[in-house]
């Protein structure tokens, strides 16, 4: 048996752990395959296969496509795409630059009420050109002393109902489907029953509309899914004729998870392999 964790962040988007630091951490984790699948942005996967040969771990390269479907964030999981893809780096771009207008927008809003600035932010903010989100503003906060940990600021002054919060533009969840497969990725939905912090999860019907545009599968073990909501995703994938995955979603000191926490079978993992325009980078 091989230990597969398929979804981790690093310091590129909006994890703490440089891609180098998560490979070292995937080889303490005792895993065979690590997925890198940073937000919205590829540039961390050169530095990873970097270090392939150095820790024995092989790597997924992917990338977390950030999407909306009726004011719902969907997270789309992209294994193995094809890195020069035109219409997918468009979308990147596209994100990223509103994200970044967003954060702006937002540290504004925050600054009358804490003691928060654009420098602050910049200092936690990927320097890579990366997205620039709400965890490095939550980051700013933490550091000013506001707030504890990541956790509090996100249930506090970054709620999505307070009255700091802005939106930022993101593609269609089916639209992304059809954009990874016409780029040779496989893509999988990304802990389809975890409610958003309003409470809300994604409609089944968007995930139908996914799975006929070529979804691949759902992510089911996940720490932010219980054992209730994990039998529902298997309900969902049988009706819809999808695999699942499972994965720790790892972002370093950022969120609780741990590697390797949950993972994916092997089956599955050779299944996205065979589909994928890419291989996976071995030792």
Same mark, same amino acid.
């Given at each position: 048996?091989?230990?597969?964790?398929? /979804?981790?962040?690093?310091?590129? =988007?909006?994890?703490?752990?440089?891609?180098?630091?998560?490979?070292?951490?995937?080889?303490?984790? #005792?895993?065979?395959? @690590?997925?890198?699948?940073? /937000?919205?942005?590829?540039?961390?996967?050169?530095?990873? %296969?970097?270090? !392939?040969?150095?820790?024995?771990?092989?790597?997924?390269?992917?990338?977390?496509?950030?999407?909306?479907?009726?004011?719902?964030? @969907?997270?789309?999981?992209?294994?193995?795409?094809?890195?020069?893809?035109?219409?997918?780096?468009? !979308?990147?771009?596209?994100?990223?630059?509103?994200?970044?207008?967003?954060?702006?927008?937002?540290?504004?809003?925050?600054?009358?009420?804490?003691?928060?600035?654009?420098?602050? @932010?910049?200092?936690?903010?990927?320097?890579?050109?990366?997205?620039? #989100?709400?965890?490095?503003?939550?980051?700013?906060?933490?550091? %000013?002393?506001?707030?504890?940990?990541?956790?509090?600021?996100?249930? *506090?002054?970054?709620?999505? =109902?307070?009255?700091?919060? !802005?939106? /930022?533009?993101?593609?269609?969840?089916?639209?992304?489907?059809?954009? !990874?497969?016409?780029?040779?990725?496989?893509?999988?939905?990304? /802990?389809?029953?975890?409610?958003?912090?309003?409470?809300?999860?994604?409609? *089944? *019907?968007?995930? %139908?509309?996914?799975?006929?545009?070529?979804?691949?599968?759902?992510?089911?073990?996940?720490?932010?899914?219980?054992?209730?909501?994990?039998? $529902?995703?298997?309900?969902?994938?049988?009706?819809?004729?999808?695999?699942?995955?499972?994965? =720790?979603?790892?972002?370093?000191?950022?969120?609780?998870?741990?590697?390797?926490?949950?993972?994916?079978?092997?089956?599955?993992?050779?299944?996205?392999?065979?589909?994928?325009?890419? $291989?996976?980078?071995?030792?």
């Amino acid at each position: 048996m091989i230990r597969i964790d398929p /979804h981790t962040h690093s310091a590129c =988007s909006d994890g703490t752990d440089t891609p180098a630091e998560l490979m070292t951490a995937a080889a303490r984790a #005792g895993l065979d395959v @690590v997925g890198l699948t940073d /937000h919205d942005t590829l540039v961390g996967w050169d530095e990873a %296969a970097g270090e !392939v040969g150095r820790t024995g771990v092989a790597l997924m390269r992917g990338v977390e496509i950030s999407c909306s479907a009726a004011g719902i964030t @969907v997270h789309l999981l992209a294994y193995m795409p094809d890195p020069a893809d035109d219409a997918l780096l468009a !979308v990147f771009e596209r994100t990223r630059a509103s994200r970044l207008v967003r954060a702006r927008r937002i540290v504004e809003n925050l600054s009358a009420d804490y003691p928060i600035s654009w420098e602050l @932010v910049q200092r936690f903010a990927p320097q890579d050109g990366g997205p620039v #989100g709400r965890p490095h503003i939550a980051d700013a906060l933490v550091a %000013a002393g506001t707030f504890p940990d990541r956790s509090a600021a996100f249930a *506090e002054a970054l709620h999505p =109902s307070g009255p700091y919060f !802005v939106h /930022h533009w993101a593609p269609d969840p089916v639209e992304a489907v059809t954009l !990874v497969r016409r780029a040779g990725g496989v893509p999988v939905l990304a /802990h389809p029953r975890a409610r958003d912090r309003q409470n809300r999860v994604v409609p *089944e *019907e968007t995930i %139908a509309a996914m799975a006929e545009a070529g979804l691949f599968g759902l992510e089911r073990d996940h720490r932010d899914q219980s054992p209730v909501e994990r039998e $529902e995703v298997d309900r969902i994938a049988r009706r819809l004729g999808l695999q699942e995955t499972g994965s =720790s979603d790892y972002h370093g000191t950022g969120k609780p998870n741990r590697l390797g926490e949950n993972l994916t079978l092997e089956y599955v993992y050779r299944a996205i392999e065979d589909e994928a325009g890419l $291989e996976v980078i071995r030792p």
